[in-house]
């Protein structure tokens, strides 16, 4: 009779346990921090004009590269509609430097890594709040193995550059870090 009981106990446990384990893998818990910090009752719209390139060394692409991505950071972490002109929040400026650099020298004497920067000037006004207007500069570097030519991994290097500037642009922007 001891044994049954034993049995049932540990039958009993396993299913408890068995239970708890489903229970908790069915449960998930989500959140979701952009870093934005807007108030949408009184800024609405944003306004993100053109980057131009204005850098003496020019890859074509990169500027609508640049123009999607910071508009789609808007689009996606904020409820922000984009408008073209008398955005509560306006963003302009232009592509200012597209530069690369030797960052190291090889046994040989020759480069051996080359360093690739992007620098993007910007002028933000938020029509809502005059103290946060600013005109700055934004830049980003990554860095190539000099055996590779520059139009093999030009795409993916300023791809990643504007990623990181965009980002540094929406932090200063709203999310007020």
Not at 4 to 23: D, E, I, P
Not at 37 to 45: A, F, L, N, V
Not at 120 to 126: A, E, K, L, M, T
Request: charged share 20%.
């Amino acid at each position: 009779m001891e044994s049954v009981f034993k049995t049932l106990r540990s039958w009993g446990l396993s299913c408890l346990l068995a239970w708890m384990v489903c229970w908790c893998a069915s449960c998930t818990i989500s959140v979701k921090f952009n870093g934005a910090s807007i108030d949408y009752e009184k800024t609405k719209t944003i306004q993100i004009d053109n980057f131009p390139i204005r850098s003496a060394y020019v890859w074509a692409p990169m500027q609508s590269i640049f123009q999607t991505k910071l508009t789609d950071i808007y689009s996606t972490q904020t409820k922000l509609r984009q408008v073209r002109k008398n955005g509560d929040l306006q963003l302009s400026g232009e592509i200012t430097g597209f530069d690369q650099y030797n960052k190291g020298i090889s046994s040989n004497g020759y480069s051996s890594q080359v360093q690739l920067k992007m620098t993007v000037n910007v002028r933000f006004v938020n029509n809502k709040n005059h103290a946060e207007d600013f005109e700055r500069q934004f830049s980003a570097t990554t860095e190539y193995d000099s055996s590779q030519q520059l139009t093999a991994v030009q795409e993916d290097l300023v791809t990643q550059m504007v990623k990181d500037i965009t980002d540094q642009i929406f932090n200063s922007t709203v999310a007020n870090w």
